[in-house]
């Protein structure tokens, strides 16, 4: 059936670091691809999405590109800050608008 | 437009006892969502309302579970005869304000914690 990995385990790296957070999905059509982000004590928000092939959503320097070819959607930022602690959800939205979420991936920023 | 709105944001019942919560989506939108999302996972898909019909319900939607949409604005979930494994952070989302564009962004609120004892 649809489903999403997110690479393992939680990210701790160092202000000013390039974060990449690995997504891969499975489905048979084209789903649009959605990265949501949860900040410690909040609820789930939009980070940004892509609705077809070689689309490159992105947001507060947060980049992802569509990629048929590999099924993925890849997270990356440049320069990471302490205010991008948080978690990071990868979800595609399959058949009858359901979001499928990834574990999500904890990622930790020291300054 | 205010966002997505949840109530209560906590709740503590003892198990066997039967607990309501209320969201009340973005204005207009006419879609709305129940997700689950238990600690270290991701949302988990209950299910959707388009308007006040209820189109799709996921097998975790035990017989315990009921949520209705009665006049395509907001919803409520009902969980009867709680039992510990229900305890979770109960999340609803809205999309598709006709006409607006994002038909697919869903917009969560903040949720609901349940805590069974």
């Known amino acids: 059936g649809d489903s999403v990995t997110q690479m393992e385990g939680p990210v701790t790296l160092s202000e000013e670091a390039f974060l990449t957070i690995n997504c891969t999905y499975t489905?048979?059509?084209?789903?649009?691809l959605f990265w949501y982000v949860q900040y410690p004590g909040e609820g789930l928000q939009l980070l940004l999405k892509?609705?077809?092939?070689?689309d490159k959503g992105s947001n507060k320097g947060f980049e992802a590109t569509y990629r048929k070819e590999t099924t993925s959607f890849h997270l990356e930022k440049g320069s990471v800050q302490v205010s991008d602690s948080a978690v990071y959800f990868c979800?595609?939205?399959?058949?009858?608008?359901?979001?499928?979420f990834g574990k999500g991936n904890q990622v930790v920023v020291i300054p | 437009d205010t966002g997505v709105s949840q109530d209560p944001r906590h709740k503590i019942t003892k198990r066997g006892q039967n607990v309501t919560f209320r969201c009340d989506p973005i204005?207009?939108?006419?879609?709305l969502y129940w997700y689950r999302q238990t600690l270290g996972q991701g949302p988990e898909f209950l299910t959707y309302?388009?308007?006040?019909?209820?189109?799709?319900k996921s097998r975790l939607l035990s017989d315990r579970f009921s949520a209705e949409r009665p006049k395509g604005s907001f919803s409520t979930l009902e969980i009867q005869r709680t039992e510990q494994g229900d305890s979770a952070m109960y999340l609803c989302?809205?999309?598709?304000?006709?006409?607006?564009?994002?038909?697919?962004?869903?917009?969560f609120g903040p949720g609901t914690r349940l805590t069974v004892l």
């Open positions: 989302a809205s999309s598709y304000r006709p006409g607006q564009g994002d038909e697919d962004t869903q917009y």
């Open positions: 489905a048979t059509g084209y789903p649009s």
């Open positions: 892509a609705t077809k092939a070689d």
């Open positions: 979800a595609p939205l399959y058949g009858n608008n359901r979001l499928a």
């Open positions: 204005s207009e939108h006419n879609r």
């Open positions: 309302f388009q308007n006040e019909a209820q189109l799709e």
